[in-house]
């Protein structure tokens, strides 16, 4: 797009000669080790939407926290001292120096930028580039109004994954998708609310990579499929003990009682860490998968060779809208082959955490 053409155009590996021969002041002995872990590397950006994230020539005098933070539920500073390279330009930026932020729109993921000129904007993800400008971070606003303290990310604090929107960091150290899949995940990669959420029902188009045309669906939402979702957004799924870290929070012991739909906010189903519809909602396929002793060639994956083994059960996390009581951080059910698909299941992908200041 315009807008990835233009940001692209501001990264560190088109960065010129640096006039003032300080430029090694300002990008330390983490930058060697920071480009093993560039985009590139992390895997394919379905959507082609993700925006450059090198983090060479981006220093923060604090590693252990993002680079911005939240001082109120609206507005954004700087966590440290900065050194960013934009274009040719090296620019300082003091620890708590406001960011320039629009009106807020609910559950719109934010990119924010360095300006030549010193200064940091945070524009709507989907618009276009400041002029002279370099992609720095990013964060969501809460379909409440709210930034998501979470979801904050920077060059160098940030999900292992092609596009970081629409995540946020979990207690576990690893960050997951604030939104269910929605049925064209495998198309954008990322999460987004108010949107038909992936099921049995409304089942997913397939992503390109795994031979979609970008209209074409699935033939149901089993764990397979949301397999295939993941991948092609470079992420994977929660593994059962990851989620009760992501999901605590929520309400405990309730469910909605009716199918939502859509990815939304619930009151009560918001976990702490900032993952919508968390519990109670939609039972969402894990990564577990559990089996006893091969006995025979099991048909059960949808035409992609058989399985040896007995009884292979999937996880299913959280707990659906008519579980009741059932419902919580903790709730799975181990009674689901990976092939079964129903309008109660849906998924939600994770990723592991990127530090490269370490």
């Known amino acids: 797009t315009a807008h990835e053409e233009k940001a692209s155009a501001h990264t560190p590996a088109q960065v010129g000669a640096d006039p003032a021969g300080t430029a090694s002041a300002a990008v330390t002995a983490h930058e060697e080790k920071a480009s093993a872990h560039t985009p590139a590397q992390v895997g394919a950006d379905p959507a082609g939407t993700a925006v450059a994230v090198t983090p060479s020539g981006f220093t923060k005098s604090d590693s252990s926290q993002p680079a911005w933070v939240a001082p109120t539920s609206t507005t954004l500073e700087t966590a440290s001292d900065l050194v960013i390279i934009v274009a040719s330009t090296i620019i300082n930026v003091d620890a708590s120096t406001a960011i320039v932020l629009p009106t807020l729109s609910n559950g719109t993921d934010y990119t924010i930028y360095a300006l030549a000129d010193g200064s940091l904007e945070a524009v709507d993800a989907d618009d276009l580039a400041p002029a002279d400008s370099r992609a720095v971070g990013g964060f969501h606003v809460f379909l409440t109004g709210e930034i998501a303290e979470r979801s904050l990310w920077d060059?160098?604090?940030?999900?292992?994954?092609?596009?970081?929107?629409?995540?946020?960091?979990?207690?576990?150290?690893?960050?997951?998708?604030?939104?269910?899949?929605?049925?064209?995940?495998?198309?954008?990669?990322?999460?987004?609310?108010?949107?038909?959420?992936?099921?049995?029902?409304?089942?997913?188009?397939?992503?390109?990579?795994?031979?979609?045309?970008?209209?074409?669906?699935?033939?149901?939402?089993?764990?397979?499929?949301?397999?295939?979702?993941?991948?092609?957004?470079?992420?994977?799924?929660?593994?059962?003990?990851?989620?009760?870290?992501?999901?605590?929070?929520?309400?405990?012991?309730?469910?909605?009682?009716?199918?939502?739909?859509?990815?939304?906010?619930?009151?009560?189903?918001?976990?702490?860490?900032?993952?919508?519809?968390?519990?109670?909602?939609?039972?969402?396929?894990?990564?577990?998968?559990?089996?006893?002793?091969?006995?025979?060639?099991?048909?059960?994956?949808?035409?992609?060779?058989?399985?040896?083994?007995?009884?292979?059960?999937?996880?299913?996390?959280?707990?659906?809208?008519?579980?009741?009581?059932?419902?919580?951080?903790?709730?799975?059910?181990?009674?689901?082959?990976?092939?079964?698909?129903?309008?109660?299941?849906?998924?939600?992908?994770?990723?592991?955490?990127?530090?490269?200041?370490?």
């Open 155 to 358: 060059l160098r604090w940030l999900p292992n994954a092609p596009n970081p929107r629409g995540m946020v960091l979990t207690p576990a150290n690893e960050w997951g998708d604030i939104y269910m899949m929605d049925v064209d995940y495998g198309i954008l990669g990322y999460s987004r609310p108010n949107v038909t959420i992936a099921d049995d029902s409304d089942r997913p188009i397939i992503p390109s990579i795994y031979g979609g045309n970008g209209v074409d669906r699935y033939g149901s939402m089993s764990w397979w499929v949301s397999a295939d979702l993941a991948a092609a957004a470079g992420k994977r799924r929660f593994a059962y003990a990851g989620f009760t870290a992501a999901a605590y929070g929520v309400v405990e012991r309730q469910a909605v009682g009716t199918d939502p739909g859509t990815t939304q906010h619930q009151p009560g189903h918001r976990s702490a860490c900032g993952l919508e519809q968390a519990t109670g909602v939609m039972w969402q396929w894990g990564d577990d998968v559990a089996a006893t002793g091969g006995s025979g060639w099991q048909n059960i994956t949808e035409g992609r060779g058989d399985v040896y083994a007995s009884n292979l059960k999937a996880v299913l996390l959280g707990a659906a809208w008519s579980n009741g009581s059932n419902a919580g951080s903790r709730a799975s059910s181990w009674n689901y082959a990976p092939d079964n698909s129903f309008s109660y299941i849906g998924s939600r992908a994770a990723c592991d955490h990127l530090n490269l200041s370490q």
